[in-house]
């Protein structure tokens, strides 16, 4: 099992900065990918930006030049910096990530998608 916690959330003005953490613990050989996700009142779940264990990175049109995705490899953890917040950024973010949680001869690598249990952001004046 693979538990993902968040933090980082909270109310900021617009203009302002947060920045979010997601730490990845339990039973797992690698993290192949690490992202955020934002999921709005009445809207579906859409990607924010994320990143591969080789530091490739995707960024929504929507927060490129203004938010900044980071991983430390060693603790397991990705984080979201995100500076010029707008009201539109207003959502709960989500952690994902794809592991691999063991592999075998027969199976090769088996991998598993989670998530973590999302954090609010609220960008009001």
């Known amino acids: 099992q693979v538990s993902l916690v968040e933090s980082g959330g909270g109310l900021v003005q617009p203009g302002g900065s947060l920045r979010l953490s997601c730490a990845a613990s339990g039973r797992f050989l690698s993290i192949n990918v690490m992202g955020w996700y934002l999921q709005a009142p009445g809207k579906e779940r859409e990607l924010v930006a994320d990143?591969?264990?080789?530091?490739?990175?995707n960024y929504a049109d929507s927060v490129k030049g203004r938010f900044t995705i980071s991983r430390d490899l060693a603790e397991n953890t990705v984080y979201l910096q995100m500076n010029s917040l707008k009201p539109e950024d207003t959502a709960v973010y989500y952690c994902?990530?794809?592991?691999?949680?063991?592999?075998?001869?027969?199976?090769?690598?088996?991998?598993?998608?989670?998530w973590g249990q999302g954090t609010q952001v609220t960008v009001s004046s």
């Open positions: 994902r990530s794809s592991v691999v949680i063991y592999t075998t001869i027969e199976q090769g690598d088996v991998r598993g998608d989670y």
């Open positions: 990143m591969t264990e080789g530091g490739r990175t």
